[in-house]
């Protein structure tokens, strides 16, 4: 079965941090670029991070950039996000999701996680 | 960046009506444009890709159309299931790949 499983999330601090893991199962992982899209409680989707299928390209959203950082282990089947310095408007529904292109960077999201929860409270 | 203005931010019709959800980009997407189905609780869904590229598997009730920057989805017939936010979004150009604000879709 073709699936995307997050973890790693919970309530953290304002300044702390985080690792989101996105294990993904059912096709071959490393030939297909990946994303994280969050929501906060009550909004829309926010896209947050891509990378590559190689790993090798990685792009961020303006909100994150400098905080967060996107990674991949292709031997593991592996998505992560390594989130530092969090802030309260962090807070949100994590999800992973597969770009349907294959390598393609520039596609729709053809698969998403069921969604990992962040809380940044004190 | 490339801004998607989605309106209207909700709307409430009848069970067999046709509803109608327009996106709008900030600049020219080509046919660059998704849309997804999220119910509460769960993760989005891909309806159609391409501005009017039915997945497979999705009802044909579903439909999209449009190029450049003005973009339409359409319900033909509303079911009660179609209960849901649907999302609109642009894949022209990263970063950042940006959603539409959403429409929420209610049964009258």
């Known amino acids: 079965e073709v699936q995307l499983l997050e973890s790693g999330g919970g309530l953290v601090q304002p300044g702390g941090s985080l690792r989101l893991s996105c294990a993904a199962s059912g096709f071959t992982f490393s030939s297909y670029a990946m994303s994280w899209v969050r929501q906060a409680p009550g909004k829309g989707l926010e896209w947050v991070s891509a990378?590559?299928?190689?790993?090798?390209?990685?792009y961020y959203a303006d909100s994150v950039k400098g905080r967060f950082t996107i990674s991949r282990d292709n031997s593991k089947n592996t998505l992560y996000l390594q989130m530092n310095s969090l802030r309260a408007e962090d807070t949100a529904v994590y999800y992973c999701?597969?770009?349907?292109?294959?390598?393609?960077?520039?596609?729709?999201?053809?698969?998403w996680g069921q969604g990992t929860m962040v809380t940044v409270s004190s | 960046d490339i801004q998607m203005t989605q309106s209207p931010s909700s709307l409430s019709a009848s069970v067999g009506d046709r509803v109608t959800i327009t996106c709008q980009a900030s600049?020219?997407?080509?046919?660059?444009l998704n849309w997804y189905q999220q119910k509460p609780g769960k993760a989005p869904k891909l309806l159609i890709s391409?501005?009017?590229n039915l997945e497979t598997g999705v009802p044909s009730r579903f439909s999209g159309s449009g190029s450049g920057t003005d973009f339409t989805f359409t319900i033909t017939s509303l079911q009660p299931e179609d209960i849901a936010t649907y999302y609109c979004q642009q894949y022209d150009n990263l970063p950042p790949l940006t959603f539409g604000g959403g429409t929420k879709v209610e049964i009258k």
């Open positions: 600049q020219d997407i080509s046919n660059y």
């Open positions: 999701a597969r770009h349907g292109g294959g390598y393609q960077l520039l596609d729709a999201f053809d698969m």
């Open positions: 990378i590559s299928g190689s790993g090798g390209s990685t």
């Open positions: 391409d501005a009017s």
